[in-house]
Structure formats: C-alpha cells, structure tokens
Nanobody, 121 residues
Framework: QLEDSGGGLVQAGASLRLSCAASERTFSSYSIGWFRQAPGKEREFVGFIGWRAINTNFADSVKDRFTISRDNDKNTAYLQMNRLKPEDTAIYYC????????????????WGQGTQVTVSS
C-alpha cells in the first residue's frame, strides 16, 4: 500500500514536497513513479526514480524544477517541486512498480490515493 501526502495550496514560484510512504517491507525492490491528473485531462507522467535510486527521469514540463529522491530505510519516496506554476495544478499520485521504472502508468501495480496540489497565479 502507498500513501501520498504533502499537497496543498501555494502561490506560483513556491515549493512543495510530496511524500509517498509504503507499508511494503520490500520497498527497496520497487521503482517509484509520480503522475498527475488535472481536471478534464488524462493522467500524465511526472517522473520516476529507479529501485536502486541510480536513475531518475522527468517529463519535459517539470525537468529542472522537480526532483525525486527516496529513503529506503523509511520506505518513503519524495517529489520535491520547486518554482511551481499554475499549470502544475493537479492531483498527484505516486505509484510503485517492481524493479525497472517506467513512464507508463499502466505498468505500475500499486497506487497512492492522490494528493491535491493547487498553484495560484
């Protein structure tokens, strides 16, 4: 099970850090992906971090603003979002996939419930 948290209402230019806590003891074997869904739009890839935390990848829209990290001792992954823009407003979801990461949401097996991020202009 995954539980994501940390969303909120912020002004443009602000930062937020989302957390994704897992109850699975084998968390270190899972890659973590972050996705978001804005009203009326399909769920889109934001970024991922591999199971060994060696590789990360991000959507072009967030590259250079967002980073992902993980603490396997705490079974938690983080999405650090800087210089937020109104177009970043969405529900953000973390997801877990065994071993190799992917940018495709259909490849993830476990999902958090989502956390709302709203960025005002």
């Amino acid at each position: 099970q995954l539980e994501d948290s940390g969303g909120g209402l912020v002004q443009a230019g602000a930062s937020l850090r989302l957390s994704c806590a897992a109850s699975e003891r084998t968390f270190s074997s899972y890659s973590i992906g972050w996705f978001r869904q804005a009203p009326g739009k399909e769920r889109e890839f934001v970024g991922f971090i591999g199971w060994r935390a060696i590789n990360t990848n991000f959507a072009d829209s967030v590259k250079d603003r967002f980073t992902i990290s993980r603490d396997n001792d705490k079974n938690t992954a983080y999405l650090q979002m800087n210089r937020l823009k109104p177009e970043d407003t969405a529900i953000y979801y973390c997801a877990a996939k065994y071993y190799r990461p992917s940018s495709g949401p259909e490849e993830y097996d476990y999902w958090g419930q989502g956390t709302q991020v709203t960025v005002s202009s």
